[in-house]
């Protein structure tokens, strides 16, 4: 299967910061990758489509100012969580893929 | 939007049992996965089935895609095999269920 990786595995910020979260698809270009926020004990949520060279597209409810996503090449897309609240800590993992969707190991997000 | 129900949401085994997962989907899909998350959050893909089945090992699914459902089964289950199983359809961006827990006991 194809292999895509996350970076970073977990991280701690302090409120009022910004944190850049980082998916790449290693043996293989996408033009499209997909963000997921997983609260704890509950399920992955679709946060937004991010499209290589073209904006993302956000799901209903997800503000696209607080999470700002770049597709910069074919095979990465970053997710920054803008002026971090304790709210925003969560679980988030990017998948990517043609027809099978493969995740990153997901990154642990803490807002202090 | 489509809906997606698992159950059981939570099971517990003791090791060596049989188990069987449903995922029921509300509306015809071209795409279902089902995925493992281990204790870590990675998502381990299991198998790639809109429709037919499909062996690997231990596990095994059936997909009926006219009835809308999917069954993931898992013979003689071992502790390692804990965790949270997810169904997943949809094409590009995935529409998760809740997820089932199992829990397998020495």
């Known amino acids: 299967g194809a292999v895509v990786s996350q970076h970073p595995s977990r991280v701690i910020c302090k409120s009022g910061t910004s944190v850049k979260i980082e998916c790449r698809s290693l043996?293989?270009?996408?033009?499209?990758m997909f963000w997921y926020r997983q609260f704890p004990k509950q399920s992955l949520m679709l946060m937004a489509t991010?499209?290589?060279?073209?904006?993302?597209?956000?799901e209903q409810g997800v503000e696209k100012d607080k999470f700002l996503i770049n597709h910069a090449s074919l095979t990465l897309s970053t997710l920054t969580v803008t002026s971090a609240h304790p709210e925003d800590s969560s679980f988030y993992i990017c998948?990517?893929?043609?027809?099978?969707?493969?995740f990153g190991q997901g990154t642990r997000l803490t807002v202090v | 939007g489509i809906q997606v129900e698992q159950s059981p949401p939570d099971l517990i085994l003791q090791e060596g049992a049989n188990s069987t997962l449903r995922c029921n989907f509300s509306?015809?899909?071209?795409?279902l996965q089902w995925f493992h998350q281990n204790p870590w959050g990675q998502l381990i893909n299991l198998f790639y089935?809109?429709?037919g089945t499909k062996q690997n090992g231990r596990l095994s699914a059936t997909t009926v895609a006219t009835e809308r459902y999917s069954l993931l089964y898992i013979s003689s289950s071992q502790t390692t095999d804990s965790g949270v199983y997810f169904c997943?359809?949809?094409?590009?961006?995935?529409?998760f269920g809740k997820g089932t827990k199992l829990t397998v006991n020495p």
């Open positions: 998948s990517a893929g043609r027809a099978e969707a493969f």
């Open positions: 043996d293989f270009q996408a033009t499209t």
């Open positions: 991010s499209n290589e060279g073209s904006k993302a597209t956000y």
């Open positions: 509306d015809s899909v071209n795409n």
């Open positions: 089935i809109p429709s």
């Open positions: 997943a359809v949809g094409e590009g961006g995935l529409v």
